[in-house]
């Protein structure tokens, strides 16, 4: 038995059996964890969509930002973007029970002694907290609330987590930690403007932003967490318990399996 996770596939459905045929995959013994951002983008969302829910009981899925605009637009809340091609499921006569589905998946997860979450977890938070906090926005996701939080979750603000947040605004800012954030200062404050390999805008006004896991203070510098969300920096932390899986699949670039039991990596590339 092994388990693989696999970084962002956004659709790219073929890359992603390429891989499966890789790494000789057995339906029947291994199991897939995905970091989040299964569909979207890419050429075949609706395929990706159903592969994962048909293999719901040996799959672990963390939901990305694409997965929640999804459930955002599908709700009614929110109008699909120009950039957005996830209409195949909207149009799918199963598309209840797919996205019914994603609402009961989390937004972190931690088993095997590893953590994986979408985009990160903040410099002040333990792995702890962001349990805590990430089953928060699950429970809501769960109940009749969440197009309550649907019309809310879009917005950078409040840009930095406080204990005595509450609402709307506490379930925002807890979703911009765990599925958008890259860089943010020491004590967490976010900066969801800079995408790239190196802040080129100063989008805090002077106050110094590094990669989330950069931080040689954070709460969690000695646990495994397993992101995507950044392709980016290709998977490049600088750090070994620190793995980056998104490799940019949907840009053309590579999508990237690893294999938890041993460490390694098999990355294919994706026209
Ligand atoms: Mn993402």
Known sequence: ???????????????????????????DKDVIWSVGDLINRGPDNLETLRWFYDRRDNVVTVLGNHELHLMAV???????????N???????QDRDKLIGWLHHRPLIHCEHNVTMVHAGIPPMWTVGDAVDRAEE????????????????MYG???IVWRDDLSGMARLRVITNYLTR??????????????????????????KKVAPWFT???RLTKNDTIIFGHWAS????????????????????????????????LYRCRCS
């Open 1 to 27: 038995m092994a388990t693989y996770v696999v970084g962002d596939i956004q659709g790219c459905f073929k890359p992603f059996q390429q891989l499966l045929k890789r790494v000789d995959f057995n339906p």
């Open 74 to 84: 599908s709700s009614g809340v929110r109008k699909i973007n120009k950039s957005d």
């Open 86 to 92: 996830f209409d195949d499921i909207l149009d799918a």
């Open 137 to 152: 926005v699950e429970r809501v996701l769960r109940s009749a609330a969440c197009t309550e939080f649907f019309g809310a």
């Open 156 to 158: 950078n603000e409040p």
């Open 181 to 206: 954030m890259r860089y943010c200062t020491k004590k967490g404050k976010l900066d969801l403007i800079n995408k790239g390999p190196t802040p080129v805008t100063n989008a805090l006004k002077g």
């Open 215 to 217: 931080y040689s203070e």
């Open 233 to 264: 920096i290709d998977g490049i932390t600088d750090s070994t318990n620190t793995i980056g899986l998104d490799t940019g699949c949907v840009w053309g670039n590579e999508m990237t399996f690893l294999e938890l039991e041993t460490r390694r």
